[in-house]
């Protein structure tokens, strides 16, 4: 009869810990996760980057070296963005063309386009890069930080 009571007591004693273990995995995964937005692909920004449209409510930006980055972002112009890895350019249609021409012919990639999104999927900035994923970010005061893509290796392959 004893070990009845003993076996019961572990029992209870391994429910409780695996209880406890769940609530603090729920209020670790929804109590400290941060919102972020992302990236929507989308091939109309993919075609409008390769035919050196710039949009003229943007602000551009590039990662890597600004002669032959890894990728090219736009923000809207209602918001900031918060980074020293990207650097401002000054994009015209012609430096654009430049840009894309030695991203393909030097690092051997296909850059492909995609809206920034904040967490709600407003759309804040465009895209274009041979890695199809990032953090966003938006603050409350529209202060966007977006995570510059790696850096392809000279193959184009990651």
Do not use: H
Request: charged share 20%.
């Amino acid at each position: 009869m004893e070990r009845n009571s003993v076996s019961a007591a572990g029992t209870t004693g391994r429910l409780a810990f695996v209880g406890f273990a769940l609530a603090l995995t729920a209020v670790l995964l929804f109590g400290c996760s941060a919102r972020y937005g992302r990236l929507q692909g989308d091939t109309d920004i993919t075609r409008m980057f390769r035919n050196g449209e710039v949009l003229p409510d943007y602000q551009y930006y590039t990662a890597g070296f600004q002669r032959i980055p890894y990728g090219i972002i736009g923000i809207k112009s209602a918001y900031s963005l918060r980074s020293s890895y990207w650097q401002p350019i000054d994009l015209t249609p012609t430096v654009l063309n430049q840009v894309i021409y030695r991203m393909q012919t030097v690092y051997s990639i296909e850059p492909r386009g995609a809206w920034i999104v904040d967490p709600e999927g407003r759309r804040v900035g465009i895209w274009y890069s041979s890695q199809n994923w990032t953090k966003v970010k938006v603050d409350k005061d529209n202060q966007v930080m977006v995570v510059p893509p790696k850096p392809p290796d000279f193959s184009g392959l990651r």
